[in-house]
């Protein structure tokens, strides 16, 4: 690509990011995140999936009832006579389990806790959308103005070239002026082409996340009062609202209902067996009618080779590894809230140097010109004004980028990062009323 197309392209990737098209607000944005990524769904699917345990838990206690037909025929030929029967039955058969320790009722428990920890993990896997969402729209944002700001210091270099063969060409120059320019024009053309690459590379980040491509970014939002006002104040907010906290809670709640199940199966079981038998429940045609029967039968586990022993420690064991765990992500969090709130800090910090760094670096740029032209400055004078200058603009840049990228990990680390709080103009996603629809279903349905 020649000099000249490649700062038209520039300037067509200006005009296609900036806001002259319509333009995409990050809150909009996020609200395409939050209802087209995939791993929303994903989430959401678990949950639901969760909540069928509890059925399926419950159905330990509930009746169970079978219908069975059987039909025979036999046949004799012995000592030269033949002798023939058949019969034909129809039996139902009921049981139900009465008492069980209530072994099935920790189950519940714990099926209950596992659907609360999904619940949870669709409220993690929605942070960390709508934060990889808002990274990947910074990203952009930060590589459209850096493309541009690369596009147009080449298009000044180019000036200074030609200024500097110019000057050598009425005796005013030197050689060494122009390949000086020339030589940082290259420079500039292969910065303008790795910002390029790189824009390519956010713009399919983006695509990634929202689902479309992105069109007229601007860094413009409002937290409101979801953004933290102090570390301790984040701190508060992590250990009360993270749902990575809250998941591990529940995954502890449901280690021990675990624990509660695996030892209940020490205890005896008391079932109601019942049969109803109908046609030839007698065994030939002359006992033709019905019958039926109806008995408890208690069990009482004395020994079953080692397996509830074994049971009953493994889930210790993972109630114990649970609580480790839980330890660790209140730590995990903690340090996410500090570094989130550090980079906040310093992103700030840094926005305020680089502002002055630019507007000290522009006036320095066109005092040296001024100077330059009267020939009290070298065309090298000019070019390294003109890179301090870049260098400021690409740090302020990054700065902006950073910033807003570091307040949402802050809000994000408080556990308030979500379509809730945000206010996104989305219907929010829950499986709550799934939950409540199911746990209760007794009717064998084929959906």
Not at 73 to 87: C, E, F, I, N
Not at 229 to 250: C, D, F, G, M, Y
Not at 406 to 418: E, I, N, Q, Y
Request: aromatic fraction near 4%; proline fraction near 2%.
């Amino acid at each position: 690509m020649s000099l000249k197309k490649s700062v038209l392209a520039a300037v067509a990737l200006s005009i296609a990011f900036t806001g002259v098209v319509s333009a995409e607000s990050l809150t909009n944005a996020l609200a395409k995140a939050y209802t087209n990524n995939p791993a929303m769904a994903a989430a959401l699917i678990s949950v639901k999936l969760a909540s069928e345990d509890i059925v399926l838990r419950k159905s330990g206690k509930r009746p169970q009832v079978n219908l069975s037909a059987t039909t025979q025929y036999s046949w004799a030929d012995l000592g030269g006579t033949h002798t023939d029967s058949g019969s034909t039955s129809l039996n139902l058969q009921y049981n139900q389990r009465l008492f069980d320790g209530l072994k099935t009722d920790a189950q519940v428990d714990q099926a209950r806790a596992y659907v609360d920890a999904a619940t949870q993990g669709l409220r993690n896997t929605e942070q960390n959308v709508l934060l990889s969402a808002a990274t990947a729209y910074m990203d952009v944002v930060r590589d459209t103005n850096l493309a541009s700001l690369r596009a147009d210091n080449v298009k000044f270099l180019r000036a200074q070239v030609s200024s500097a063969k110019n000057r050598l060409n009425i005796g005013e120059g030197t050689k060494i002026d122009v390949a000086q320019a020339e030589a940082r024009l290259a420079q500039a053309v292969a910065a303008y082409k790795s910002s390029i690459n790189s824009l390519r590379a956010s713009q399919a980040s983006y695509v990634r996340w929202m689902g479309v491509k992105p069109s007229g970014l601007n860094s413009n939002f409002k937290f409101g009062k979801i953004l933290p006002r102090s570390l301790s104040e984040a701190l508060v907010s992590a250990k009360a609202n993270h749902p990575a906290i809250q998941t591990a809670v529940a995954q502890v709640e449901a280690a021990k209902y675990g624990t509660d199940a695996a030892m209940r199966a020490f205890g005896p079981t008391l079932d109601l067996i019942g049969s109803i038998c109908a046609v030839d429940c007698g065994g030939g045609p002359s006992a033709r009618g019905t019958s039926g029967s109806i008995r408890l039968t208690l069990s009482v586990p004395i020994y079953q080779g080692g397996s509830l022993g074994a049971s009953a420690r493994k889930a210790n064991l993972a109630q114990i590894n649970a609580e480790v765990d839980a330890l660790g992500t209140v730590a995990q969090v903690e340090e996410s809230v500090i570094s989130a709130w550090s980079g906040l800090q310093s992103s700030i910090a840094l926005i305020e140097s680089a502002n002055a760094s630019v507007r000290s670096s522009q006036i320095a740029l066109d005092g040296v010109i001024e100077e330059r032209n009267v020939g009290q400055r070298t065309t090298l004078d000019v070019l390294n004004a003109r890179a301090e200058l870049t260098s400021s603009n690409e740090a302020l840049y990054t700065a902006q980028r950073n910033k807003i990228v570091a307040a949402f990990s802050l809000v994000s680390a408080a556990g308030k990062l979500d379509a809730a709080s945000l206010q996104l103009p989305v219907s929010i996603k829950s499986a709550d009323g799934y939950r409540t629809r199911v746990e209760d279903i007794w009717a064998e349905l084929r959906e």
